[in-house]
Structures are given as structure tokens and as C-alpha cells.
């Protein structure tokens, strides 16, 4: 079964406009990291946020904020004043803190964004 | 600061060639892992290391060997190419096993099999 869901294959935002980006996730651990990662066209994988799932305020670096809503299982990457450098695939990722067979990051298939000048 | 780097960029291989990728992190870091991506797919994990000599199978292992000699090395080997082997290939490296701990990645290596 999929953990990672990503909904939105493509995204299109007029620049300096917010956009949100969803990601909804399925676990049993209570125990668990949330990420998001950003790849441009150029290919490398660029961390950008992280949420734990016992934190209690929802992460903000910069321009990114997470819309964590833990009953939910949605964790939401939210981007303001939407920059045409922010055209990328972005990828939603779990670590869960039990390991079972092997420990892995679980990454969802991503959302494309463009930004539109 | 380099992180994690690997080569080559790009490489095409004939089927039943063997080629290895090779990566290497300068940040110290125990865990190591190699990722291939697919288009719509996200990451799948090939392999994983938590520490010089120690290494294991993740999601998609098959096809695929790898080696942990050192701290900062951790190359990936692929025996006989196919060309279901035709993917984006990132290693990654992480301080802890912890949940709040990211992957950081090297650029990639796009591999093409025909």
C-alpha cells in the first residue's frame, strides 16, 4: 500500500502568489518525521522542511511552512510569494521511527510546479 | 563543504555491461543509502549502510551490489545492465537513524541501458 500520496501530478501558481502543495500519509508508529524535498530541472535533491509527529507547532523555514494536521495525516507544503526559481518537482517524504525490515525514507511521487511570471 | 558527491553524471551501458557508481560524503555521517528514480514514481531504495562493513538490502535490491569500505565511500555495482536498470541513481547520507534526521543527496547519475 502506498504511504506517500500526492495528489496534484501538476501545479501551475502565478508568481508571488502562495501555493500549497498537498501530501497525505499513512502510518501506525507514532513515532515519525515528515519531509519535503525540492528537485529542479538541473536534477539534485534540496531539503527543505521537516515536521515531527509530536511536534506541536507547525514547521516554517523562510518562505515554506507545514500545515500539519496530524489526525488528518496531511502534512502540506506550503510556499508564499511564489518565486519563478520555485518551479521544481517537490517531493513529500516519511521516516517512521519503528523499524521494521529495513530502515527507509518513504517518498511520495511528487507534485510538479510551475511558476508563472 | 562538498557533501555528498557522485560519479559519473551520466553514462549509457550496453546490456550485459557492468559499470559502477561511485559516491562519497565528507560530512561524516554513519548511514548511507542509493535511491533510483523513476519518472512518477518517487524513490524506491536499492541499498543501505549503517556503518563501514555493514550493508543491506532495501526495497529494490535486485541487480545491484554494493560495498562499504570506509566511512565515505559507499559505490554501487551493477552487473549484467538491463534496461529496467535505466533510471536516475542518487546516493544519499544521513547523520542518524532518527526520525528528524534528512537524507542529504548528491546530484544523481542518469544511466541509460540499450
Known amino acids: 500500500a502506498q504511504k506517500i500520496t500526492q495528489t496534484q501530478p501538476g501545479m501551475f501558481v502565478q508568481e508571488k502568489e502562495a501555493v500549497t502543495l498537498d501530501c497525505t500519509y499513512d502510518?501506525?508508529?507514532?513515532?515519525?518525521?515528515l519531509f519535503w524535498y525540492k528537485q529542479p530541472s538541473s536534477g539534485e535533491m534540496i531539503f527543505l522542511i521537516y515536521?515531527?509527529?509530536?511536534?506541536?507547532q507547525n514547521a516554517t523555514e523562510g518562505r515554506y511552512s507545514l500545515n500539519f494536521q496530524k489526525a488528518r495525516k496531511s502534512a502540506n507544503l506550503v510556499i508564499s510569494a511564489s518565486q519563478l526559481g520555485d518551479s521544481a518537482m517537490y517531493f513529500c517524504?516519511?521516516?517512521?521511527?519503528?523499524?521494521?525490515?529495513?530502515?527507509?525514507?518513504?517518498f511520495g511521487p511528487g507534485t510538479s510546479l510551475s511558476v508563472i511570471p | 563543504n562538498a557533501g555528498v558527491t557522485q560519479t559519473p553524471k551520466f553514462r549509457i551501458l550496453k546490456i550485459g555491461q557492468s559499470m559502477t557508481l561511485q559516491c562519497t560524503q565528507d560530512?561524516?555521517?554513519?548511514?548511507m543509502y542509493w535511491y533510483r528514480q523513476d519518472p512518477g514514481m518517487g524513490l524506491k531504495l536499492i541499498y543501505y549502510?549503517?556503518?563501514?562493513?555493514?550493508?543491506d538490502k532495501g526495497e529494490v535490491p535486485n541487480g545491484y551490489n554494493v560495498s562499504r569500505s570506509t566511512t565515505e565511500d559507499f559505490p554501487l555495482r551493477l552487473e549484467l545492465a538491463a534496461p529496467s536498470q535505466t533510471s536516475v541513481y542518487f546516493c544519499?547520507?544521513?547523520?542518524?537513524?532518527?526520525?528528524?534526521?534528512?537524507?542529504?543527496f548528491g546530484n544523481g547519475t542518469r544511466l541509460t541501458v540499450t
Open positions: 549502510s549503517v556503518g563501514a562493513g555493514i550493508t
Open positions: 544519499a547520507s544521513s547523520y542518524s537513524l532518527g526520525v528528524n534526521s534528512p537524507l542529504h
Open positions: 502510518t501506525s508508529d507514532p513515532s515519525y518525521g
Open positions: 515536521q515531527g509527529s509530536y511536534d506541536q
Open positions: 560530512m561524516n555521517h554513519n548511514y
Open positions: 517524504a516519511m521516516r517512521e521511527g519503528m523499524k521494521t525490515s529495513y530502515d527507509k525514507v518513504i
